[in-house]
């Protein structure tokens, strides 16, 4: 360490005590080269530096230079503040790297937290079917594939607000990613041309998951809007639980949860059990009990519009036990309220079950515009659901074996052609057997099916005549109730 102090020249003054903006008697510190530092006193009046005491110069490679008139040596004071404000800034720096570090350190621990947790839900969520895709034959299912990207979800606002979920209330709310995630797949129970039916497992009950492809999603709209609508709740109609779209492979998925019968369709049923009179009776009723309260219009506060269902067949009635079932698929749905007058028919590319149109609907007779046609086009095909139930009834230790309507006169899937020339040319009706003539039961049946399937709409009978038809025979006769 080497003290210095003199005069300086006007050159020197400039290199040692800095520019001119510099202040006169404050320390200018100066960084000549990377290897050297340089800390002057300045000052300029007459003998100014004569206060500083002499020092004994040491060698060392910083130097404290003082400028200025007379003689004496820099004191150790000097120096001594410079390094305490060099280990002030050293110190700051080293606390900032610290606490930078330190909060560095802590977020990174709470996003692994996070990723672990979000992992954690997953793995424990959505699970995914074996390799095979939704349109193969495959129905097997992987418990180790499961759904693994967040991402992979895609929820989509139907409505204005969000999808609407609840057994048919229409009023509370689902979050739909949160509803697919905590359903597991279990097993494919049915396919069809607009999607499959999976029985899938929601907080440890057995549910229904109609899985639409996604071409079919105006389908899935009506049908989830159907199911929102107040007051459709009913022990006749399929208990609706939510909705929502998810994607498996990169490819959107439209769910609808529902609750789940193990009996499956009516159509399955009846392909493998004969009925009792009793039982047969009972089938009928919850048939007809759905269909009233689906056409008819509830007013008040918390009103149900009349509902037109445009596809019933037996496929679409499920047993919720061997007595009782209940009303399912509302795609194809129409609603009316008097309110407006207004029919509202959602825009949907997909048509009925052809084997189960009315005439009116083949020739392109009905009047759109007008809701009772809807109803009366109902009415039609629920009698020939009727035929296929009473068929498979037996009296007397007979019965016949299940058969579709039309079956001999049409092939497996009819055309609208065909259709049209057997119902409305022909104006052929399904074949009635002489021993349905000679029972009293199935003699009265047979009439409310004639009078139902008639070629003029305004012939046939409306829902509640053929409920109250039907519960005058059930108390006619002691053996049916």
């Not at 793995?123 to 079917?129: E, F, K, N, Q, Y």
């Not at 609603?335 to 959602?346: E, F, I, N, P, S």
């Not at 498979?392 to 058969?403: P, V």
């Not at 021993?435 to 305004?458: D, Q, V």
Request: charged share 20%.
């Amino acid at each position: 360490l080497s003290y210095r102090k003199g005069c300086l020249g006007a050159g020197q003054q400039h290199m040692v005590c800095g520019p001119k903006s510099v202040k006169i008697n404050e320390t200018h510190e100066v960084f000549m080269r990377s290897n050297q530092q340089y800390s002057a006193y300045c000052c300029r009046h007459e003998l100014c530096n004569n206060w500083f005491p002499t020092i004994d110069q040491t060698i060392g490679n910083p130097m404290t230079t003082t400028g200025g008139g007379g003689t004496g040596n820099v004191p150790t004071g000097g120096h001594n503040g410079f390094g305490m404000d060099s280990a002030f800034i050293v110190f700051g720096v080293l606390l900032a790297f610290i606490i930078i570090g330190f909060v560095s350190f802590v977020i990174f621990r709470l996003r692994s937290k996070h990723k672990q947790k979000m992992s954690h839900l997953l793995r424990t969520g959505l699970s995914a079917p074996n390799g095979m895709d939704r349109n193969g034959n495959d129905c097997t299912y992987n418990e180790d594939l499961r759904v693994t990207a967040a991402g992979d979800s895609t929820l989509r606002e139907v409505f204005e607000h969000s999808v609407t979920s609840g057994s048919g209330s229409g009023l509370p709310l689902l979050i739909q990613r949160t509803l697919a995630k905590q359903i597991h797949l279990e097993e494919c129970i049915g396919k069809g041309r607009y999607g499959e039916v999976w029985r899938g497992i929601w907080q440890s009950d057995n549910i229904a998951v109609k899985i639409f492809f996604s071409r079919d999603e105006l389908s899935w709209n009506r049908e989830t809007e159907i199911y929102s609508t107040v007051m459709l709740r009913h022990e006749n109609v399929l208990a609706f639980l939510g909705s929502d779209v998810t994607s498996y492979n990169s490819c959107t998925q439209l769910w609808l949860i529902t609750s789940y019968h193990e009996l499956g369709s009516l159509y399955d049923y009846l392909n493998d059990t004969p009925l009792e009179p009793k039982q047969m009776l009972s089938i009928l009723l919850s048939i007809i009990s759905g269909v009233l309260h689906l056409h008819t219009e509830i007013f008040g506060g918390l009103g149900k519009p009349a509902i037109a269902h445009r596809d019933i067949k037996s496929k679409n009635i499920l047993m919720k036990d061997a007595d009782n079932c209940c009303i399912a698929d509302f795609g194809l749905a129409v609603t009316h309220t008097q309110t407006t007058g207004k029919v509202d028919v959602a825009e949907n590319h997909r048509v009925g079950t052809k084997r189960y149109m009315a005439p009116e609907v083949l020739d392109n007779t009905m009047k759109s515009d007008v809701f009772e046609s809807y109803k009366m086009a109902d009415i039609y095909s629920l009698a020939l659901v009727f035929w296929e139930v009473v068929r498979r009834t037996r009296i007397d230790g007979y019965y016949d074996e299940y058969s579709v309507p039309f079956s001999k006169c049409v092939p497996t899937d009819p055309s609208f052609e065909d259709m049209r020339k057997v119902v409305c040319v022909d104006q052929q009706r399904p074949h009635i057997p002489d021993r349905w003539l000679t029972n009293n039961l199935l003699s009265n049946l047979e009439k409310i099916m004639r009078e139902s399937w008639a070629h003029n709409p305004s012939a046939r009978l409306t829902a509640l005549r053929i409920k109250k038809s039907l519960l005058k025979l059930s108390d006619e006769d002691p053996s049916l109730k």
